[in-house]
């Protein structure tokens, strides 16, 4: 049973180009939650998501983040033009159930804006 | 305004004695509480969690205590073993809003 993949592991962007950072959920997992990890900082939620539905996105900066988890395939998490402050490690998890239940980490896409 | 705390950012414990990392919490709407553990390049790690309406939770040789007046909780870690090396992290959440709050973490080091 594969834990919650999250893929690249390591991504390089120029400033102001577009970063896509792609979730799969532990099967049977329908609720995907986003979290960001500055340098020396804690997680910070970013959005909760459902299939095809947005629930939370509270922590979403207003612009340039997006994100998605379609009927069919990974969630997507999308920073269009890039800053060096997008610089972050980007954390998704998944539950099975929602009601405050564990959620499952994945290893993180480590982003680097140059 | 960092609604969970965690003030020690580094915790240095002997091998076979115990290991106590602190969280406080200013949200008084928080419920649930939960100890993630991580290594470096990795994903947290669910280790334990705890309601409200408990004070005491144990799985093993971890406990963890809720100390709701003082809004305080705190990890108890005993016998610590060098696996244990890693930063620990404690999080909150209230019921019917599923995002986690994080602490900043604890870097806690066994040394043999």
């Known amino acids: 049973n594969a834990g919650v993949m999250q893929n690249p592991r390591h991504l390089v962007r120029r400033r102001g180009q577009e970063a896509r950072l792609r979730c799969s959920p532990m099967k049977g997992h329908s609720h995907v939650y986003w979290y960001r990890q500055l340098p020396e900082e804690g997680l910070k939620f970013m959005v909760y998501l459902q299939k095809e539905n947005i629930i939370d996105e509270s922590g979403m900066p207003k612009e340039r983040f997006s994100a998605e988890f379609p009927k069919e395939g990974p969630s997507i998490l999308r920073i269009q033009q890039v800053v060096r402050g997008d610089s972050a490690a980007y954390f998704c998890a998944s539950s099975q159930n929602s009601g405050n239940t564990e959620a499952f980490f994945g290893q993180g896409t480590r982003l680097t804006v140059v | 305004d960092q609604q969970v705390k965690q003030n020690s950012p580094s915790l240095s414990v002997q091998e076979g004695r115990i290991s106590i990392l602190n969280c406080d919490y200013t949200n008084s709407m928080f419920d649930y509480f939960l100890w993630y553990k991580k290594y470096p390049a990795e994903g947290p790690t669910f280790l334990i969690s705890?309601?409200?309406?408990?004070d005491k939770n144990e799985d093993g040789r971890f406990t963890v205590f809720l100390n709701k007046s003082a809004k305080h909780l705190s990890l108890h870690i005993v016998p610590s073993q060098p696996g244990d090396s890693a930063v620990y992290f404690c999080a909150a959440s209230n019921f019917g809003n599923e995002k986690l709050t994080f602490g900043t973490g604890t870097r806690l080091t066994i040394i043999p």
């Open positions: 705890i309601s409200s309406i408990k």
